[in-house]
């Protein structure tokens, strides 16, 4: 039986730390990308190939050294019912593709739930931390030490001049993809969003809004990540990306401090009719949650609202996913039905926080 | 910014385009997106980054309206894992990593219009870093006996031909 407790509950245990600027990074990613020497990459190699690449890269766990950053449980993605794959995504915790184009596909999750190693994905290996804030040099600095350790073990391929060698041209050179997740409501209001985006795609990086089930756009967060890998050493990816990060906090700060004093009632109004909303209304829809989630967020930063934590709502985040919902109530359940337990959810949760 | 599309709604989605050298960017609303049914990352069967590079792939000057005899690319072919250039080029991933070897030659402008650069100066596997370094020392050494060779001290040139005898061994071990 695989152990499922990755499951069960919304939050990582990371999630409920206090970290660093985490009213507006939500999170910090690092993903390296390496891939075995002597084996086709998993999209061409075969069920043995892949299953002899698993065997190889899971052996390498009981080595102490790689023990030393925790206790690491297995999952195989066979042994996973799909629901629970689903939770795994909405929790970032595995991508969409190791759930839908993996043969002999694994996760391997820490006990915490920040380092998870992804296996036969579009690459062998896919190392990834994931931290609550504005900790991307902490994360590039634990994911690189496992890179370390998997390499003591294992040969990579490796190419003088290209460097790691990986499925997708675009990963090529360090393997490296350093992304933070922003909540920037106050630039999309003041309608400055978008001469800050393009100034950032200027300097190598790419921006993408959070997307939920389908398409639907999710409040007000944005996913800033490097573009390159090849001809800048990592720690030049990751200092670029933090400098930029730390000018977009401080554009995002400036903005809702002038929200603030120029327009109090008006953010306040905002503010208490997306918190009556989710405090009683009786059907929220994925993409009406994600707005309103975003305004109580921002009222929770700027002390508007008393009670509620960064920390509930990063959880209601993830609980609010479809997934998620039809772990709690049920798996048969319609779009519609869907709206109204997550009304419920919402409303329960916020109720008990205020309680507490 | 507003979404190209239809100028209503903001653009959420920002994309750099390059085929045949020539950039184009696309900034469009998820709606806009989803009708196209395409640029909807994270979601399957939609939009992935291997549409997007299959045109950046697809560059060669003559393929424009489908000329006449194929381009000397489209007969690259990895000998390790059998994927050839024209497929690479439509699917926008290798096969293995020999595919980069068989695939040298295109490679330079394909890398350079991704990530401005065609080389990597990042972190080296400490392992293999080691041995890239004795092979580099192994050269120097043979080129110091052709050296002692030519100036006939015999006796220097049998030390370093020992010595690189013991490096040579050093590479065979691991
Ligand atoms: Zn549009
Ligand atoms: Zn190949």
Redesign the pocket.
């Known amino acids: 039986m695989p152990n499922l407790r990755f499951t069960e509950k919304a939050l990582s245990d990371w999630m409920r730390s206090d970290a660093a600027d985490s009213e507006i990074v939500i999170s910090s990613r690092v993903r390296i990308a390496r891939n075995l020497q002597h084996y086709p990459f998993p999209m061409l190699a075969s069920n043995e190939q892949s299953e002899e690449v698993l065997n190889k890269l899971s052996e390498v766990l009981q080595y102490d050294d790689v023990h030393a950053f925790g206790d690491f449980h297995t999952l195989d993605l066979i042994d996973i019912d799909d629901l629970d794959k689903r939770v795994l995504v909405e929790k970032h915790l595995i991508s969409p593709s190791l759930v839908n184009e993996s043969r002999n596909g694994a996760v391997i999750l820490s006990e915490d739930e920040s380092v998870s190693i992804m296996i036969n994905e579009e690459d062998h290996l896919r190392i990834q931390c994931l931290y609550p804030g504005f900790q991307v040099k902490e994360a590039w600095e634990k994911a690189s030490a496992i890179d370390d350790a998997f390499e003591a073990h294992v040969d990579y391929a490796f190419d003088d001049r290209r460097g790691y060698l990986t499925s997708c041209p675009t990963n090529v050179g360090t393997g490296v993809r350093a992304s933070v997740m922003m909540h920037l409501p106050a630039l999309v209001m003041t309608q400055q969003i978008g001469r800050i985006l393009t100034a950032v795609s200027q300097v190598g990086l790419t921006v993408r809004g959070i997307y939920g089930e389908g398409s639907e756009a999710m409040g007000n967060l944005f996913q800033i990540s490097n573009q390159i890998t090849l001809g800048q050493t990592e720690q030049e990816v990751i200092d670029n990306l933090h400098s930029v990060v730390l000018q977009m906090i401080g554009h995002e700060r400036t903005a809702r401090e002038r929200l603030i004093t120029d327009s109090r009632l008006r953010i306040t109004d905002r503010v208490m009719r997306s918190y009556g909303i989710l405090s009683h209304a009786a059907i929220v829809d994925s993409k009406e949650a994600a707005q309103r989630l975003s305004d109580v967020r921002l009222g929770v930063d700027l002390g508007l609202l008393d009670g509620l934590s960064i920390t509930v709502m990063n959880e209601l985040n993830v609980m609010t996913q479809p997934g998620f919902l039809q772990k709690t109530f049920g798996e048969d359940m319609r779009t519609d039905e869907r709206d109204i337990y997550r009304a419920q959810l919402i409303r329960d949760t916020i109720n008990a926080a205020n309680q507490s | 910014m ?8 903001p ?1 959420t989605l920002h994309f750099t385009k390059i085929v045949n050298g020539e950039k184009t960017e696309f900034h ?6 989803r ?1 196209k049914g395409e640029m909807i990352p994270g979601t399957a069967g939609g939009f992935s980054i291997h549409n997007l590079l299959s045109g950046l792939l697809d560059f060669e000057p003559s393929g424009k309206n489908g000329s006449a005899g194929a381009p000397p690319a489209q007969s690259l072919r990895c000998e390790e894992c059998g994927m050839t250039y024209s497929q690479f080029s439509k699917i926008g991933r290798f096969g293995c990593s020999s595919c980069y070897k068989y695939f040298d030659s295109r490679l330079d402008p394909l890398f350079k219009r991704v990530h401005g650069s065609t080389s990597h100066v990042g972190k080296v596997p400490a392992r293999a870093g080691g041995r890239i370094k004795v092979k580099r020392q192994i050269t120097d050494l043979k080129r110091d006996l052709q050296e002692s060779i030519t100036q006939e001290e015999f006796e220097k040139a049998a030390q370093i031909r020992d010595q690189i005898r013991e490096l040579e061994k050093e590479i065979a071990e691991e």
């Open positions: 507003l979404c190209q599309e239809c100028n209503k709604r653009a469009i609303c998820e709606s806009c997106a009708e």
